[in-house]
């Protein structure tokens, strides 16, 4: 049997791996590659970065929750200019292609950000929508209409492909594919992190100093998964990164079978930082067990489920 071929297409981008460093679990990826080696991946995404100093959210940030994890971190960063001085110059030297993550208050604050990473180097850039509306009504990833201003808005600012990271707490997350799609994003990453809450019945408190947070880990994975499910059917030819509770192969196989081009690894390096080592010896013993010679072709084969509402009442409103 030939070896397995890893490469796949994410839209313009050809990844060596389908393994992606999710951000916020990989630091700047300049720093994490001292611990964990770049091989096994095929793009890493850095901590995502403001317009200006964020001092995020006051501790505890970070908790376990059942077999996950809640964050409250609130983005913490030292804002552009900060971070390209510290990490610009060594962005060249990680040996994996670096995306940049994007996030601020308005359209505006985002296309600054993303100028700016694209000028250090970095080979594309990924705009958190997670992030609270200028007038403080919810979150624009809850917004088609404003995730699509703040995706235009970065499409026109950089020329590197810019990607829309999605939130699967979203009511209709196919809406918002569809218009950040329609916008100029060249895939989606789905998803983000689900509100979620622990509190510590000893001490009577919420474990997160913020009442509740971000949930993920393993118990996120069947989540996301139906949201890429839904989005690949629903807006066929939309690229997707498939992101949530991966700490397997097997985990990785399930998201190409549902659709998605690429898998991202994130809260499972907190407890093992070399987990991609590992997670793609297992997905190549089972391309050998099953006669998979290319991962490509894996990708959408579980997608024959009926969907809520058919591609010409929904999806095919979508697309270039």
Request: with cysteine; hydrophobic share 45%.
């Amino acid at each position: 049997m030939a070896p397995l071929n890893r490469s796949l297409a994410l839209g313009p981008v050809t990844l060596r791996s389908p393994l992606v460093g999710a951000s916020g679990t990989v630091g700047s990826a300049v720093d994490f590659v001292s611990v964990a080696s770049p091989d096994y991946y095929g793009a890493l995404v850095a901590k995502s970065v403001a317009p200006e100093p964020w001092v995020g959210n006051p501790p505890p940030r970070l908790a376990p929750a059942g077999a996950g994890m809640l964050n409250a971190v609130g983005i913490q960063n030292p804002g552009i200019e900060a971070w390209l001085a510290e990490f610009g110059p060594q962005l060249a030297g990680v040996g994996v292609p670096v995306w940049g993550s994007a996030v601020g208050h308005g359209p505006g604050g985002f296309a600054a950000v993303a100028r700016g990473l694209e000028d250090g180097g970095v080979e594309a850039v990924e705009v958190n929508l997670s992030c609270p509306n200028l007038d403080g009504h919810g979150l624009i990833a809850l917004d088609p209409d404003a995730s699509a201003r703040v995706v235009e808005a970065v499409r026109q600012a950089v020329s590197v492909p810019v990607s829309a990271k999605l939130s699967p707490n979203a009511s209709d997350i196919v809406a918002v594919a569809g218009a950040v799609w329609d916008a100029g994003a060249d895939w989606v990453v789905i998803g983000n992190t689900v509100w979620g809450a622990a509190i510590d019945i000893e001490s009577r408190t919420p474990r997160v100093a913020m009442g509740s947070g971000g949930y993920s880990g393993p118990p996120l994975k069947p989540i996301a998964l139906r949201a890429v499910m839904e989005v690949a059917t629903r807006i066929p030819g939309l690229p997707i990164l498939g992101c949530g509770g991966v700490s397997s192969g097997a985990d990785v196989v399930e998201y190409l079978m549902a659709g998605a081009s690429a898998v991202g690894i994130g809260t499972v390096h907190f407890a093992e930082p070399r987990a991609a080592r590992r997670i793609d010896r297992e997905l190549a013993r089972w391309c050998r067990s099953h006669s998979v010679e290319r991962l490509s072709d894996l990708i959408g084969i579980a997608l024959r489920w009926e969907s809520p509402q058919t591609d010409h009442e929904r999806g095919s409103q979508y697309g270039r």
